[in-house]
C-alpha cells in the first residue's frame, strides 16, 4: 500500500476498564471479530470487519484510569517533524513520539481548544485495512467549543484547505488534494457544560436503524437520530462504557449536499 497523505486519517483506539464487554458490544453493533490481546504492546486488541483490521481497543495503563473514549490517529511520515509543528502551533503533546517496535511510531496530542488526538507513522503497521464499508472507519468531526483555535491549529499542522459549509452552520471541512478528510463543528449549548471537546469518529453499517436498535438493546445511549442527510443516515451513540461515535449507513441519503466557501 502506497503511504498515506500527511494528515490523512489512519487509525482508531479506545481504552476501556473492560476490554471483554467492549469487545461484545461492538462484535454485535458493528459485526466486529478480534484477534488475540497484544502483551507486548499495552494489551492492545485488533478488531477485524471483514478480516480487515479497523481499529483496536485497549486496557487502560495503569493509574491512566479514565473515562472512555475514541481517539483518531493521523498519518505522518515523520512523527518527530509533525510534533513539532504541533508545539508551534499551541497545541501540547500527550505521550511524544514513541516508537511501537517494528508496527510504526505514534504520539498523542491536544490541539489549543483541548481536542485529543494521535499520530501514527507507519512500520509495517499501515493502519486501517479497509474504509467506507461495514464496520469500518469513514469519518470523523471535530467537535470544539473553540472553533477558531482549531481552525489555526490544524491547517498549520497539516496540509489541509479549510471550507465553510453554505448551510448557516458553523461547520468546516478540512481537505486534501482537493477531498474532505475531516469536519470540524462547533460544539452548542445542546452539549452539557461537562462534556470535554473530542472527535466524533464514524463508522459504516449497513442499516443505520438495526444498529442503534443493537446498541440500545446492549446497553448503549442513543446521543440523537437517526437523521437522514445527504450523506447519509446516521446516529450517534454513546456506549455502555461512555464512548461516544457515530454510526452511518452510506447508501441511505436525503437531499443535496450543501455548496463549500472560504478557503482558508
Not at 480487515?52 to 491512566?64: D, E, K, T
Not at 453554505?166 to 470540524?184: I, W
Amino acid at each position: 500500500m502506497a503511504a498515506r497523505p500527511e494528515g490523512t486519517p489512519c487509525w482508531a483506539d479506545a481504552t476501556f476498564s473492560d476490554v471483554e464487554e467492549a469487545e461484545r458490544f461492538y462484535a454485535d453493533v458493528l459485526g466486529w471479530t478480534f484477534g488475540e490481546a497484544s502483551t507486548g504492546f499495552g494489551g492492545c486488541t485488533e478488531a477485524r470487519a471483514d478480516g480487515r483490521a479497523v481499529a483496536a481497543v485497549v486496557p487502560p495503563m495503569p493509574g491512566q484510569e479514565g473515562p472512555s473514549r475514541w481517539c483518531l490517529y493521523f498519518a505522518t511520515g515523520d512523527a518527530a517533524a509533525t510534533a513539532a509543528r504541533i508545539r508551534d502551533g499551541g497545541g501540547e503533546l500527550l505521550m511524544e513520539p514513541t516508537r511501537i517496535g517494528d508496527l510504526g511510531t505514534t504520539c498523542l496530542a491536544r490541539d489549543p481548544g483541548g481536542v485529543v488526538f494521535g499520530l501514527w507513522q507507519a512500520g509495517v503497521h499501515e493502519g486501517f485495512g479497509a474504509t467506507a464499508v461495514p464496520g469500518a472507519y469513514c469519518w470523523a468531526e471535530v467537535f470544539t467549543r473553540e472553533p477558531e483555535k482549531s481552525d489555526a491549529f490544524f491547517p498549520a499542522v497539516f496540509p489541509y484547505r479549510s471550507k465553510r459549509l453554505e448551510d448557516g452552520t458553523d461547520f468546516r471541512v478540512y481537505e486534501l488534494g482537493g477531498r474532505g478528510v475531516l469536519g470540524r463543528m462547533r460544539m452548542t449549548d445542546d452539549f452539557p457544560p461537562e462534556a470535554p471537546p473530542y472527535i466524533n469518529v464514524y463508522f459504516t453499517v449497513a442499516d443505520c436503524d438495526e444498529a442503534v436498535a443493537r446498541a440500545v438493546e446492549r446497553g448503549g445511549v442513543l446521543r440523537f437520530g437517526p437523521m437522514d442527510t445527504p450523506f447519509g443516515r446516521f446516529a450517534a451513540i454513546g456506549d455502555p462504557q461512555g464512548a461516544d461515535f457515530s454510526v452511518i449507513d452510506l447508501t441511505t441519503t436525503a437531499g443535496e449536499a450543501p455548496g463549500t466557501t472560504g478557503v482558508i
